[in-house]
């Protein structure tokens, strides 16, 4: 293997070479044979695992995450360029459809047409900090829109530069080794810079997780170009989660303990954490989670921007009429403007909580939550919907005869109520179980109404989000020559085609009353 | 049957019971049968086909537009509403992916997850003045949200009024009857009433078909909300059709007459008529297109302002340097402000065309039509990527060995140049036949990058529209009562779902390298 540079862009003047090698290499990485594309992602999944030891070690010390998450943030990033290397060949999430020329269609003669999902062009993607790995520059947004067949510039996050250049040096090398084209990939520094690019007529799609109103910055940037384009921002949530009265009889020490680790993990620097438990009054939960907060260690947040809006939405919160702390945890400075922290959990009434300003209603990005305590589920349903927008996550604790569907009409009811209003407001329901932790899976769905994204129409964990970087083309009376392989009658791949699949006599015949 | 009233508003002081009732219907609509959605649809088209004299009639006066012309238009709509009706009841369109609980996943243990599309709550169509029925009340839009589950709100056209309440007074009435909620579908006038609508928190998707002016206007409002919301907007396209020189020696009259009939029907007033036509320099074609065009009687345009705005159009191109007319139609003033026209199609070197200001690059819609003359093919590619931004279609018209993939390496690198350009900048590839007459069925994309439309990542016409209305849901760990059917492992509809399939093992070996 021969020697190949990362394409770099430190500040808005540099980036024009950038810009235009990705747009050169648009047609051909949309032509680039899905056996070449699912290579070059599975050569960066085995390069990045085979430098874990050095990868980890820089990135522990550039956000505070712990070695043992950093190590399993990385085998999720390899193992989710794999997933995406696996739909490449398995192909089938290019919806290919096929409907045949036919001069008997109901609304007479149809010329042939062939539609299947084909790759937008240069994607820009804006890095996270709380995933140096899995949602920045080798994470789930890159590998889709490679994956998609994207040219693919990623802005680098300014909390762990370092690990950005190492894992991109790996990325840039592992795509030229695998047959990618020049142009392909590249990385830019600055904020300036990604705001430059964003407004660049040749990004066709831009993706991001971070802040909320980082996120809207950017959303109205790509919303205001001349040629608007898709923006794909996972911002801010709240995550939702009730437990109902008899689940709450049955499982309250895991409850307890479920829940203070939820809230805790990564120093609740996750966008899943549950930030609100509606609880009955009356609980019992305090000792169980006063008693499972003093297991949880200290914790560095990730920088000092995170630590300072922290301390303040915990004070915040705590001064509020009829908040009550259950643990109050430490927020103790350490280096740098940064702080040490152990989760702080407090408790509300409904009543006070819903007649509260709107910023006890809003994310504290850390180890706080708080628990809601209510009289009545019947009234927990319509709190949420007052309180709450698009979240990614809604959490329901069911009672096993809920759970089982076998218990009295009324509790029945008002979880089906608030199964139907999650249904609407988030991305994810969650039974049972705690939002964080997001499985990479198909099914996997990591998005929701805003604010916990500012487009709800695809995910950004899993492998659906290759959709993203997608885009709708029909063919239209062409020639097989000229068609992707996937519109090919002869279906060279052996690829998942739905052929004339409308208008079938037998089924329209009934329908056609 | 019990009469039922269509709910209306007339300006925006009347918007807030409507926009409620909506909210109000989103939870019923999206839990309401698939065959009670199908069934409503299904008997407003049978409806609107038994009203077909009265509402061609009004159609008529209303727009100018030919008898024949409507009552075709009124039985695609009525087809394209049983075709959603098709897509709901065979609902694979929900793309059900279920991943079943698995402690070995490549991952470690992961939860059980199943997701579908699910609808996004109550939709906001701005009607179109160019296709009184199917692209207006009970057009493709609505079609697609009512077939989603979501609860529609029309904000009708000031073009044809009288139609937009006899269509809205059928479906009311269709709606009721077959079982859909109170609420489910409203009509509004107005454009005040739209842009308040379309910033009221209620409304979660919007969708237009109209000018380029407008619907910017719109999108800016839809990403500018405080809950930015998905807006499908499909405004303008000129719509590249190119000649090979082989192609143009093969079939000279045929393309000349297929032309002119593709520039005029409608009165060019459709979104896919041909603006450009890039044929060789001394095609031969002048002869051919004026007759073709002297058998093309006068046609009314739609209002007062599209007939200023098409005088000025062509007025504009024809003054420009080294624009050379074919045919000069004529704009002869009728009643109201309107005009009454005659195809015009010029013709203008490739050189003049490149160096030409950017309007003459631009849409008239109206039955006008520039030729643009090259003397290489090689040269055609550069000129569309740099004259033209994202359009609906881009046409190709081959010679028999360029479709047979017979010809010359030369002659076929140039087709494949044009195709991958199209690929990139177009949603509909046309080959050996032109761009208008939208055919409806599930392979069908009628979409494209800006300006042709605000949200290239669906269609306007064809099935695949119900995604515009629907988002990707997950259900972690739910037990089977409290999921939709589609997600039920019993699946009790028969419904297509995809199962546990990503990291198996076999496959997931083969790439693990």
């Known amino acids: ?41 599975c050569l960066i999944a085995d390069r990045l695992e085979a430098d874990v030891d050095q990868l980890v070690t820089i990135a522990e010390s550039e956000t505070g995450l712990t070695p043992t998450r950093l190590r399993g943030e990385l085998k999720r990033t390899a193992v989710q360029l794999r997933l995406f290397a696996e739909s490449v060949i398995d192909g089938s999430y290019v919806d290919a459809r096929i409907d045949e020329a036919d001069d008997q269609f109901v609304l007479g003669t149809r010329p042939d047409l062939r539609r299947s999902l084909r790759p937008v062009g240069p994607v820009l993607n804006f890095a996270a900090s709380n995933f140096p790995f899995a949602f920045s520059v080798a ?131 996750l966008c899943t954490k549950p930030g609100f438990l509606f609880a009955p ?13 003093r297991s949880i260690p200290p914790h560095r947040l990730l920088n000092p921007r995170i630590a300072d809006s922290y301390a303040k939405g915990v004070a915040s919160a705590l001064s509020l009429p009829g908040v009550r702390p259950i643990v109050e945890g430490m927020c103790a400075p350490v280096a740098d403007g940064n702080m040490s922290v152990t989760p702080t959990i407090a408790a509300v009434s409904l009543t006070d909580f819903i007649s509260s300003p709107q910023s006890l209603h809003e994310e504290v990005f850390g180890p706080f939550s708080l628990i809601v305590e209510y009289d009545s589920l019947d009234d927990v349903a319509a709190a949420i919907a007052k309180a709450f927008q698009g979240n990614l996550t809604g959490t329901l604790h069911l009672s096993m005869s809920e759970q ?81 392989p996937e519109l090919q009658l002869k279906n060279p791949r052996g690829l998942k085609q739905t052929i004339n699949s409308a208008g079938a006599s037998a089924r329209w015949g009934l329908l056609d009353s």
């Open 281 to 293: 009054t009356n609980h019992g939960l305090d000792s169980g989670i006063s008693e499972a907060a």
């Open 1 to 41: 293997m021969s020697p190949h540079t990362l394409n770099t862009a430190d500040d808005p003047s540099t980036i024009d070479p950038i810009l235009a090698a990705a747009a050169a290499a648009a047609v051909p990485l949309a032509l680039l044979a899905p056996e070449v594309r699912a290579g070059g992602l």
């Open 139 to 269: 994470g789930g947004d890159s590998a889709a829109a490679l994956a998609a067949g994207c040219p693919l510039i990623v802005k680098v996050h300014s909390g762990h530069p370092k690990l950005s250049v190492a894992t991109g040096e790996i990325m840039a090398q592992a795509l030229f080794d695998a047959g990618f084209p020049s142009g392909a990939f590249a990385l830019i520094f600055g904020q300036q810079t990604g705001v430059d690019s964003l407004k660049d007529s040749r990004i066709q799609a831009g993706s991001f997780t971070g802040s909320i109103s980082a996120g809207r910055l950017l959303a109205d940037i790509a919303a205001a170009r001349p040629q608007p384009i898709q923006f794909f921002g996972e911002l801010g949530s709240v995550n939702p989660a009730v437990v109902t009265p008899a689940a709450l009889n049955e499982r309250r020490d895991t409850i307890a303990t479920g829940f203070v680790s939820s809230v805790s993990g990564s120093a609740g620097q």
């Open 404 to 484: 089982a569907g076998t218990a009295s009409e009324a509790a029945l009811a008002s979880v089906r109520t608030l199964t139907d209003l999650f249904a609407l407001m988030v991305g994810r329901l969650v039974f049972n179980d705690w939002p964080t932790g997001v499985s990479v899976t198909p099914a996997q769905q990591h998005g929701g109404p805003w604010p916990a994204t500012t487009n709800d129409s695809s995910t950004s964990v899993g492998t659906a989000a290759i959709q993203r970087f997608l885009r709708p083309v029909a063919f239209q009376g062409a020639p097989e020559h000229l068609l992707p």
